[in-house]
Each structure stands twice: as C-alpha cells, then as structure tokens.
C-alpha cells in the first residue's frame, strides 16, 4: 500500500497539534475520518505512529 496526500496530510495536522480533536479543527474534517486515515498508515506500514494518551498524543 502507498501513502496518499490526505493520510499524510491527517498525520501532520496531529502531529502538529498534539491531538486527533485540534487536527480536525486544522484541517476542517471530522475526527473520525483523521483517525481513519492514520489508522490507515499504521496498518499499513505496521508502526505506532503516536502515543496516545488521553485525548492529546506524541510522535
């Protein structure tokens, strides 16, 4: 499976917000399509790509 732009583009507006709720304000989509897509590389690639705790998380 290849990465495509709106999966990378959900892992960084988390990344860089430190959460899935303030990703979804960044990038203007709801937060269950943002998990979706992240779910989507961690599968794929078979990595964590986040620590999730609580509602904030870390690379």
């Not at 988390?14 to 203007?28: D, K, S």
């Not at 998990?35 to 609580?54: D, I, M, N």
Request: hydrophobic residues 40%; proline residues 2%; glycine residues 6%.
């Amino acid at each position: 499976m290849f990465m495509n732009l709106s999966q990378l583009r959900c892992f960084d507006a988390v990344a860089m917000t430190n959460g899935f709720t303030t990703g979804e304000a960044a990038l203007n989509i709801r937060q269950p399509s943002i998990s979706v897509q992240v779910k989507c590389l961690e599968t794929a690639y078979r990595v964590k790509l986040f620590h999730r705790k609580g509602r904030r998380v870390e690379l």
